[in-house]
T-cell receptor, first 116, second 109 residues
């Protein structure tokens, strides 16, 4: 149980393109989903937290107009990197959690984004 | 400022030995603490969760301790195997969740 599916697993695209990444909880209802960014050999950096049906809360330094997050249902959240540039190249990982207190986050397998 | 430190960036041990990884924290009062395993190019996989009022948790060959006085959690893998080689992350949870930088464990045959 507690499977989170993230799609696509990797993307290569030209500078200026917008890229959408999907995160789905397959067998549970995710009231809260999280988006992280990870650089090589570094830990996960939280970008934003989204609760179903409400606006995402972004961490300091993360541009909300650059990284658009939508959490329209209890099983789906999307991250759109708008007008991506080479510096946006990174490993993006989502996670999901139920509303029950004390439950772990379950992670997707990440999306490797490369902007040329 | 809040700080989460995992004992070392890398740990090498021989197969069959017990691996012990450390997670220390300062200026933080976690309600609970989690350990994850991450393989290269993959998302973290949840292993164990321990609450602030629990001293120890076990799952198969894994054991976690949580000392809120020392502000430390220890993660043990007994009878380690080469397949246990991965990066292990600790994560502290209160109103939010903060990750340590991880320890890369290599178990040599």
């Amino acid at each position: 149980g507690a499977v989170v599916s993230q799609h696509p697993s990797w993307v290569i695209c030209k500078s200026g393109t917008s890229v959408k990444i999907e995160c789905r909880s397959l067998d549970f209802q995710a009231t809260t989903m999280f988006w992280y960014r990870q650089f090589p050999k570094q830990s996960l950096m939280l970008m934003a937290t989204s609760n179903e049906g409400s606006k995402a809360t972004y961490e300091q330094g993360v541009e909300k107009d650059k990284f658009l997050i939508n959490h329209a249902s209890l099983t789906l959240s999307t991250l759109t990197v708008t007008s991506a540039h080479p510096e946006d190249s990174s490993f993006y990982i989502c996670s999901a959690r139920t509303a029950r207190d004390g439950q772990p986050q379950h992670f997707g397998d990440g999306t490797r984004l490369s902007i040329l | 400022s809040q700080k989460i430190e995992q004992n070392s960036e890398a740990l090498n041990i021989q197969e069959g030995k017990t691996a012990t990884l450390t997670c220390n924290y300062t200026n933080y009062s976690p309600a609970y603490l989690q350990w994850y395993r991450q393989d290269p190019g993959r998302g973290p996989v949840f292993l164990l969760l321990i609450r602030e009022n629990e001293k120890e948790k076990r799952k198969e060959r894994l054991k976690v301790t949580f000392d809120t006085t020392l502000k430390q959690s220890l993660f043990h893998i007994t009878a380690s195997q080469p397949a246990d080689s991965a990066t292990y992350l600790c994560a502290l949870v209160n109103n939010d969740m903060r990750f340590g930088a991880g320890t890369r464990l290599t178990v040599k045959p």
